[in-house]
């Protein structure tokens, strides 16, 4: 079986700051891992994933997160906040070659000016 | 691009009333999903299908059926709308089995308001 925990419903940060939205999931299986965002009133796009291979994947918007197996986690960050990072993150695993997904609950991500 | 369209952006129905909510990907996707998205419970899936006609129920398919006729159209019905229906309800497609690298192609959601 395989879940998703997103540690924090709500941050929020400084334009300018560290931004840490963490994710720890547990799999039976080596997992596929995602991070989506969700601008308002949209759909989610994908922002980055995990598949095999270099356990330091960067995305889009100058986005990264790292596979750390040993501590079951996938935590996205980003070096500097900027306002139009507000929205809404998903991380979600999923088994490959299976079509189930599981998404965590969700962080909301306000970046203060 | 991956185009993923949900026609209706926005619905307010009556309770006990038939709805239908379609959703087309223009991408040759066999798999194709229906979610339901509320506040602080994530995405849940609804039903899922991996061809025409075949369909999969998810984790909350209760008074939900779909429709997959075409490979690129797949529908979720609500046989009679009840208020615990409100909700934000996303579409989305993705390759399979070896090929799929994973990703879903979302559209971009259907608020449905059930009074």
């Known amino acids: 079986a395989q879940s998703v925990t997103q540690l924090g419903s709500h941050v929020s940060v400084s334009e300018g700051a560290l931004v840490l939205l963490r994710c720890n999931y547990s799999?039976?299986?080596?997992?596929?891992l995602f991070w989506y965002v969700q601008y308002p009133n949209q759909g989610l796009q994908l922002l980055l994933k995990?598949?095999?291979?270099?356990?330091l994947v960067k995305g889009i918007n100058g986005f990264e997160a790292e596979f750390k197996k040993s501590e079951t986690s996938f935590h996205l960050t980003k070096p500097s906040a900027h306002m139009s990072d507000a929205a809404e993150y998903f991380c979600?695993?999923?088994?490959?070659?299976?079509?189930?997904?599981?998404f965590g609950t969700g962080t909301r991500l306000k970046v203060l000016a | 691009d991956v185009k993923v369209t949900q026609s209706s952006r926005y619905l307010v129905k009556r309770t006990g009333e038939k709805v239908f909510l379609e959703c087309v990907q223009d991408m040759d996707h066999e798999n194709m999903f229906w979610y339901r998205q509320d506040p602080g419970l994530g995405l849940r899936l609804i039903y899922f299908s991996y061809d025409v006609k075949m369909k999969e129920k998810g984790d909350i398919p209760e008074g939900y059926s779909v429709s997959r006729e075409k490979k690129e159209r797949f529908s979720l019905i609500l046989e009679s709308a009840s208020t615990n229906q409100t909700s934000m309800y996303l579409c989305a497609s993705t390759l399979p089995g070896q090929k799929n690298t994973g990703e879903l192609f979302f559209g971009e959601g259907s608020r449905l308001t059930v009074l």
């Open positions: 799999s039976s299986v080596p997992p596929y």
């Open positions: 995990y598949t095999t291979g270099a356990t």
């Open positions: 979600a695993v999923s088994a490959p070659g299976t079509y189930k997904y599981i």
